[in-house]
């Protein structure tokens, strides 16, 4: 019978939890390694709607790229997340940003993958990545590429007509990952999420940058991972959470 312990330990085997940023809370957040597991529940996201799901299909164990638990909890209000997974007998194993860096079904991996880049180079304590296109293309015909793959409502670009081809990403809010981009030669760069001072960056470094969406750039690994654990623990159920989309609606 396969126990939490043996996931928690094979996804540490190829995203190590050593490996997280300071600022990151990963691993097993929530119940036992000891516990038997028949079912697992995989999301981005741990919302009151994914502990319903994997409490109708009889989960015991839910494995999310968000933290549950991401600061030290001052109190524990009986319609919280983390009180609910308990009240359920639901454990939370959580892979962030160690798994945003691996280089076996890592998130950036799985962008890179999803954008069909070719010759992908991760750099070692950096987290972002880079890959070429077959082909250079403008800015904005790459965003709409981007946009298509990644099933995004809406990619706002930089310098849309520049030529690009070697592009590097970090998924989810990587906004702050630019400058490191611009330093290692980047013709654009795609994230998730940016801020206003990095548009400007873009411009004044000429190179484009191109947000895709939080949710878009990092839901492409849930599908890999999944079929990664249920290739290793095939006496195990692993299914996808249908109860989640991105969160934001384009008026």
């Known amino acids: 019978m396969t126990q939490i312990r043996d996931i928690v330990d094979f996804c540490e085997s190829f995203a190590p939890f050593d490996s997280a940023a300071d600022f990151d809370n990963v691993g097993l957040l929530i119940g036992s390694e000891n516990k038997n597991v028949t079912k697992v529940l995989l999301a981005l996201d741990i919302t009151k709607e994914v502990i319903a799901e994997a409490k109708e299909m009889g989960a015991q164990l839910i494995i999310s790229h968000h933290p549950v638990i991401f600061n030290p909890l001052k109190s524990m209000d009986s ?7 308990a009240q359920n007998s639901l454990s939370a194993l959580c892979l962030h940003t160690n798994l945003d860096i691996a280089i076996n079904t890592g998130v950036n991996l799985c962008l890179a993958n999803a954008l069909e880049l070719e010759n992908i180079t991760f750099y070692e304590g950096e987290f972002v990545v880079s890959g070429v296109l077959r082909s250079e293309m403008s800015a904005e015909e790459f965003a709409k590429f981007a946009k298509k793959k990644l099933g995004a409502q809406a990619v706002t670009c930089t310098l849309k007509d520049k030529k ?6 970090c998924s989810g809010a990587g906004g702050s990952e630019f400058m ?7 013709d654009c760069f795609i994230t998730g999420e940016a801020h206003h001072h990095n548009y400007l960056e873009s411009i004044h470094e000429g190179v484009s940058l191109i947000v895709a969406g939080h ?5 492409i690994v849930i599908n890999p991972l999944k079929e990664k654990l ?6 195990v159920e692993f299914l996808k959470s249908e109860s989640l989309s991105s969160p934001l609606y384009f008026i």
């Open 180 to 186: 490191k981009a611009v330093e290692l030669g980047a």
């Open 164 to 169: 690009v081809k070697k592009i590097f990403m």
């Open 79 to 85: 319609q919280s997340v983390p009180y609910l997974m």
């Open 215 to 219: 949710f878009e750039t990092e839901d």
């Open 230 to 235: 249920q290739k290793k623990f095939c006496e």
